[in-house]
């Protein structure tokens, strides 16, 4: 079976500072993993992807995760924050075999960035 | 470029009332397609996938059902809404080999009074 556990259902920060978005895996085999970022009324857009090659993996609009094995994570970060940041963020882990992967998402992480 | 269209954006309807939700996807051949449902203060929920024309997998037992009568057409309905049926419907495409992340549409907005 595999879970995905989002540790924050909110994260505030100011225009500026660093953002950390927490996720935790569980998975019996080597997952892929992904995060997406819902603005409000939209469809989710996917971040990045991790799919077993280089462990730190780079997204869009500066974001970036790692993948740390040892600790089960796939954290969420970016240097400095921007007010169009502000979403709801969801990490998913996928696990393989078939040609439908089937997708287990986190409960999601609301980021609010004040000015 | 590949790109997903679905709609309408909003929708309001009556108890007892039909349903027709409408997903296309250009730019590719196919695909798999998935409907998913995002209720509030809920995660997403997958409510179909197919792999292709007329192969619908239900995960959740409901008063929804799917179809994909073409290839890159992909159809949510229902004969008789729910109040339990509001909420905010996604639909999505992959590539079909793994590890492949899924594309999202726009989502559609549905209340049911």
Redesign the interface.
């Known amino acids: 079976a595999q879970s995905v556990t989002q540790l924050d259902s909110h994260v505030s920060v100011s225009e500026g500072t660093p953002v950390l978005l927490r996720c935790n895996y569980s998975s019996s085999y080597s997952p892929?993993l992904?995060w997406?970022v819902q603005h409000p009324?939209?469809?989710?857009?996917?971040l990045l992807?991790y799919?077993s090659a280089a462990t730190l993996v780079k997204g869009i609009n500066g974001f970036e995760a790692e993948f740390k094995k040892s600790e089960t994570s796939f954290h969420l970060t970016k240097p400095s924050a921007h007010m169009s940041d502000a979403a709801e963020y969801?990490c998913v882990v996928?696990l393989?075999?078939?040609?439908?992967?089937k997708?287990t998402?986190?409960?999601?992480t609301i980021l609010t960035v004040h000015p | 470029s590949q790109t997903i269209h679905q709609w309408p954006a909003t929708l309001v309807q009556p108890v007892g009332s039909p349903l027709s939700l409408e997903c296309t996807v250009e730019g590719t051949s196919n695909p798999n397609l998935y409907w998913y449902r995002q209720a509030a203060g809920r995660g997403l929920q997958l409510l179909f996938y197919s792999v292709g024309i007329g192969q619908i997998s239900s995960e959740v037992p409901q008063n929804l059902s799917a179809s994909r009568p073409q290839d890159r057409q992909f159809i949510l309905s229902s004969k008789k809404l729910l109040l339990s049926d509001s909420g905010f419907y996604l639909c999505a495409w992959s590539v079909r080999l793994y590890p492949s992340p899924l594309h999202f549409g726009n989502g559609t907005r549905l209340t049911v009074t």
């Open positions: 892929s992904f997406y009324n939209k469809g989710l857009q996917l992807k799919t969801f996928s393989g075999g078939t040609s439908y992967g997708l998402f986190g409960q999601g």
